[in-house]
Nanobody
């Protein structure tokens, strides 16, 4: 059974930092593209950052230069380092694992962790 367990969310002031972690189990972690998504109240879920099995990263324009995604394949864990946080970063952050299998994406989601940035 695949599990993605996020941790590290919380309340922080504008300009502060947080580090999210997502521990994966039940899958061959190194095969998967790992990503962080977020969903603010009343808004659609959006991609924040992703990292391929080879370490290629991709960021949403709104977080580029402030957030850093990384992965440790030995620990089956992906991280999101968030700096210079803004109130608009407030959302539930979800970990995602996806892999292209035959003709579709096979993907899994974590339960989410709340990040609140106060002004």
């Amino acid at each position: 059974q695949v599990q993605l367990v996020e941790s590290g969310g919380g309340l922080v002031q504008t300009g502060g930092s947080l580090r999210l972690s997502c521990a994966a189990s039940g899958l061959i972690f190194s095969f998967y593209v790992m990503g962080w998504y977020r969903q603010a109240p009343g808004k659609q879920r959006e991609l924040v950052a992703s990292i391929s099995s080879a370490g290629t990263t991709n960021y949403a324009a709104s977080v580029k230069g402030r957030f850093t995604i990384s992965r440790d394949n030995a620990k089956n864990t992906v991280y999101l380092e968030m700096n210079s946080l803004k109130p608009e970063d407030t959302a539930v952050y979800y970990c995602n694992a996806r892999r292209w299998v035959v003709s579709r994406w096979n993907e899994y989601w974590g339960q989410g962790t709340q990040v609140t940035v106060s002004s």
